[in-house]
């Protein structure tokens, strides 16, 4: 079975022999083909009589059955084989084709398995795409249907985070809240200071502001009674009523 299949299957392999290589010309070509290691070559047919016989490939017009022709060359690189079905002197039938490139034989493919092959590799492509999109789909309930990509989770990890610029602030700004701050530490004035980071906090020493002797109190107490004290300037006396005349 797996020399029927290998036979079957000639699309996929290819063949050479390198003492030929040198030495190939239009006029051996059809010899080097029908070498016995070549898997292409069909020892059933016309030539392979002809050769036995030692006849010229001109009696191949003559028989009737398969046979190969030299059906283009372009020395010294390229050789096209053509294999085919005799039916009279002058009706053939096109079975295959081989090209002969720098010595190796290819056997070229048909029209069918040409589009065959593009239309697998077309499907193969839109099937891989199907299933990599259905890999990014993401389904919740309360959520519904979402894509979820992994390169852009690595690329918003990789975007340098921009920070927002921060407006200046004014002079009416500045100069009120430099006001506020100088009258909370006037008010409440720290007891410690740390003269850097990490370093032991030292107590401020809170200046005392010395109380007026007693004497100064009770004289300035004393001024405001005098001053309260003193005369009030004298009013009028209410106007003299005067006897109305009869």
């Not at 797996?2 to 030495?23: A, E, K, Q, T």
């Not at 921060?166 to 409440?188: A, I, N, W």
Request: charged letters at 25%.
């Amino acid at each position: 079975m797996s020399s029927l299949d290998f036979r079957d299957n000639l699309l996929g392999i290819s063949w050479v022999d390198s003492g030929w290589v040198p030495i190939l010309n239009p006029g051996n070509v059809l010899d080097y083909f029908s070498e016995r290691s070549n898997p292409f070559y069909d020892r059933t047919c016309n030539n392979e009589v002809v050769k036995m016989q030692r006849l010229t490939l001109e009696h191949l017009n003559q028989m009737v059955g398969v046979e190969y022709i030299l059906l283009h060359a372009q020395e010294p690189i390229l050789y096209i084989i053509r294999k085919q079905q005799r039916q009279s002197p002058t009706q053939v039938i096109s079975l295959a084709d081989y090209y002969i490139i720098a010595g190796v034989v290819y056997q070229a493919p048909d029209l069918g398995t040409v589009i065959s092959s593009r239309a697998l590799s077309a499907v193969h492509g839109i099937q891989s795409a199907f299933d990599e999109a259905m890999s990014y789909c993401r389904y919740h309930p309360s959520k519904g249907y979402w894509w979820h990509f992994k390169d852009q989770e690595e690329r918003e990890k990789a975007k340098p985070k921009s920070k927002k610029k921060e407006e200046p602030s004014s002079l009416f700004q500045r100069h009120r809240v430099d006001t506020l701050l100088l009258d909370l530490r006037s008010k409440f004035p720290p007891t410690f200071y740390q003269p850097k980071p990490g370093e032991k906090p030292i107590p401020v020493e809170v200046k005392k502001e010395p109380e007026p002797p007693t004497e100064t109190v009770k004289q300035e107490e004393r001024e405001p009674a005098t001053k309260s004290s003193a005369p009030a300037p004298p009013s009028k006396p209410p106007p003299e009523k005067r006897a109305r005349l009869q």
